[in-house]
């Protein structure tokens, strides 16, 4: 599966927490994900995982991770 980069998100892993610096729907700063290292790893791996937002209870569909952003199956970026 071919992903543009406009369904990127940049995120940051602070030991096994996943934080977003904004929210990509509400534009919450420094938001703390509720990703486990397990939904993590099933990312990494290709496994599509939901993850809904904290801040707004929006849901992402993350198709895949790298070291640096997370790839949904939306576009997530204006």
């Known amino acids: 599966m071919e992903l543009p ?5 940049p995120y940051e892993r602070i030991q ?4 977003f610096n904004e929210c990509p ?4 700063e420094n938001v703390l994900t509720y990703m486990k290292k ?3 790893n099933n990312a990494v791996d ?7 937002m904290p801040c707004c209870n929006y849901k992402i569909t993350i198709a ?6 997370l ?8």
């Open 5 to 9: 980069f406009e369904n990127t998100w």
């Open 38 to 40: 397990k939904q993590m």
């Open 64 to 69: 895949y991770a790298d070291d640096d952003y």
């Open 25 to 28: 729907h509400c534009g919450a």
């Open 16 to 19: 096994d927490d996943i934080y």
């Open 46 to 52: 290709g496994i599509k995982t939901p993850l809904i």
């Open 71 to 78: 790839w949904a199956t939306e576009r997530l970026r204006k």
